[in-house]
Structures are given as structure tokens and as C-alpha cells.
């Protein structure tokens, strides 16, 4: 049966009106679908609602692509194509290898996941070509030429039957590593993810590549901990993919076992929340000079339980702002990121209320909090809620809504190591911090492509 595909933007949403693909939809007989989109609006990753006449559905933060069914939802970030990588490699210190082009954007158009599985497809590549990290393993045989040492434990122990060789320990190169492995199901499971044929078949190429030396196991949470620590100088090329496994194992809600992913594999749906803050995070702590970033700093002393009114001794709640910017001894802003476009959308409740205790906290004369959105509309300024005491109407603190114009940042990474570039840079950076209110920064109307 051919699926009903329906394609949002982050925070659309699509109704069941007469004549759409979503009309007189439901799960009815489809009690796992169900189940799961019940699951997905828990989560707030994704809300369908069956309703009287069809099924609506409502995107949120998480981008990618989801199966319920006969129904396949595709949800696209609004800045795409070469821009998008560009920022997704800075955020997570990605390298740029120079094989990517506008020619080349065809499985980054379709979901945000093939963008993930083709930046890996070409670190894969990569290793490949440099030649995958040969490790040392330990071998126990019996050799009639004695390498490594004589096991004389197994001597001991009557294990060893006498004959033309001696039982010995010893240890040969081989490239079925742990390091290895774990990049061969990185590559097994993006293709699994992917719906590009030709990014399929060129994953299925690079797995077939890797088995030649390389076994298929199953590998779980701790042994990918286990690799990350054996990593050093020598493998320093694998971060990149390592990084990238991580995002699809956790965007795919699988685990690392090759079974497992065969048998739960359901959709891909990341979490552009998390990619935003990687990115401002990266570039506030670059750019912000004579300053710290502190990323998820606890504000403590917020609150208190009365430790006579406290029964079940709970822990007293320590808020943690995405970004405190600190000045000596000196919090000077605290900062949250929001993957919402506040400047198209309106800013919800629960988020002014967090930063309104922000903004409550903060023990300095002036006490302000701010709220860093994405957006990429050119004539998006900065907008500001003031808190009143009710009673008298005194002022007592306020929260900044600042953009992100995601385009302007893009042009700013990649205009070059010039001084001019990098005061720019500098500028950007002290306004989304500070409020600048001038930054003297053209905002480019178009997606620009990298100059380097």
C-alpha cells in the first residue's frame, strides 16, 4: 500500500481539510500507531490528534522522518541546503572535506537525517582512504614458530596437549577493533535510516567495504563509552563520525545493537533544540572576548525548602539556564536558547515564566534575562517584556527576546580569517550576549555558500 506522505516545516501544522492527504485518516485497527504517536505528543516531538474528520498533525522542534503505519511524516527544518551544513559541522566540530556542492544537496533535501548520514558517508570515506586504525589483540595458539610469550599457564594447568608447538600469547594488528565496529554500525544504521536510494546503496557500499575486516557486532552504550576513551592522537580522525553515530542513535531511539535496530527501527527525529544550543554555545565562547560561558551553570540559592516544612526531604531545585555569561566574579547575562521562531510565532507561557525567574535571580542593578530564537527573517529586532510589581506597578525585571538570524551567522563563520571578518564576528557575538543596539551587520536576504 502506497503511504500517505505529509511534509511540514518545524512548528507547522497540517489539518484534515476536505480534500488533503490527511482527511477521513485515522489508526483505527492500528492499536501500535496509535500507541506511538500517543508516545510522540507525550514527548512533545510530535502531535497528531485523530480528529472527527481526519488526522491533524502539529511539528515542533524535532525535524526528520517518522513512519506510524500507513502514514509518513516528514518534518524539514526552514534553512536547509548548504547553510544548514555549514552550521551543523561547526556546532559539532565536524570537518569540512570538500566534496559537498550544490550538485550534491539532493538527500539533504529530503530529511534532515540524510543530511546526518551523507556528512558520515564522507567521514567513512575518509577513514577509508587514510586507511582504517589497526589495534593490537590478544591471541592465544599454539605455534610451532613462538611468538608474543609462552603461555605457561596453560602448561601449568595440563590445558596444552604436547606435540610440534607451544601454547603462546601473542599479539597481531588487526583491524576488527572495537573502533571499527562501532563505525561499521554507524554505517549499517544510516542506512537503514536513510529513504535516498542512492545514499542507501553508498552506505550498503561503504558496510561492504568494511567487512572485509571488520565483524558485525552487537555493541551497547558502554562499549561506545569504551571507545570514546581508547581514542587518542592516533584516531583522532574517528571523532567526527563518532559524534555523528551518536545523533542518529538518539534522534533514532535505538540502541547500538545490530538486532535491535533491525527490529525497532520506527523513524528518525532529532532535536534541533539541541543542535541551536551547540551552535550558540560554540560560537559565544569563540567570540565573546574577555568573558566565560558557562553552559547549564546551576543557579543556586534560587530556592530553599523551609527545612521545617520539607517531610519527604526532597532536593531543593537548582534552575539551569542554557548560558550564564560571567565577567570576572561576575554574572553579567544568563541566556536560554529556544528553537522557536518568536518573531513569527508568539512566545508561550511556560517559556516566559522560566525566564521571568531568570530575570528574578540575577543580583544585579539591572535584572534581565534573554531569550536567543532562531529565525531568518531580515527585519526580525530584538523585543522586550518588562515585569511590574502588581501592586504599585514599580518595574522589577525584564526579558529580551533576541533573534539568531541563522543566514547572518552563516556568512559571519565563512567570510575568512580577515580582521575585519573576525570583528564582526566579535560584534554578533556581544549583541546576542548584551543587546547591542547596533551591530552595523547587513543581514543577507539569500543563503550565502562558503568563501573558504
Known sequence: MTPTRVNLSEWETATPVH???????????????????????????????ELARGLQVRATSFVGRITLGALEITVHPKISGAPLLNLFRYAYGLRDLHLYGEATYTAAHGSFQDLIIQQLGEEVQEILTRGLHRGYLPVRDNLASPRGHIDFTRILNN?????????????????????????????????????????????QRLSKMLRLSVSVADLDDFQLSEAWRSMDRRTKAY???????ELLMGSAGVSLSHQSVRLSLRGFLFDMNR?????????????????AVHDEHQLKGMFAFDPQQNPQRRKTPAPRPDFLIVKGSRISAVLDAKYRDLWEKPLPRDMLYQLAIYALGHN?????????????????????I???????????????????????????????PSLEARRRKVQFARQLAFGCSSTGLAIPDTPTTPTY
Not at 39 to 45: F, M, N, T, V
Request: some cysteine; proline content about 4%.
Open 364 to 384: 544585579q542593578a539591572e535584572r534581565r534575562a534573554a531569550i536567543l530564537y532562531p529565525t531568518i527573517a531580515p527585519e526580525a529586532a530584538e523585543q522586550s
Open 19 to 49: 480534500g488533503s492527504l490527511l482527511a477521513d485518516k485515522n489508526f483505527d485497527g492500528d492499536q501500535p500507531s496509535r500507541a506511538l504517536a500517543e508516545k510522540l505528543a507525550a514527548r512533545d516531538q510530535l502531535d497528531i490528534l
Open 386 to 416: 518588562t515585569i511590574h510589581e502588581a501592586a504599585n506597578g514599580a518595574a522589577q525585571a525584564r526579558v529580551d527576546l533576541r533573534p539568531v538570524n541563522l543566514l547572518l551567522l552563516n556568512e559571519l563563520l565563512h567570510n575568512g
Open 239 to 245: 571523532e567526527s563520525s563518532f559524534k555523528l553515530i
Open 159 to 203: 590445558t596444552y596437549l604436547s606435540g610440534n608447538s607451544l601454547p603462546c600469547i601473542h599479539y597481531p594488528r588487526s583491524e576488527d577493533n572495537l573502533l571499527n565496529r562501532v563505525l561499521l554500525t554507524g554505517v549499517l544504521l544510516g542506512a537503514r535510516l536513510t529513504s535516498d536510494a542512492d545514499l542507501r546503496a553508498r552506505m
Open 275 to 291: 543542535f541551536f544550543q551547540a551552535l550558540l554555545s560554540r560560537f559565544l565562547s569563540e567570540h565573546l572576548q574577555n568573558c
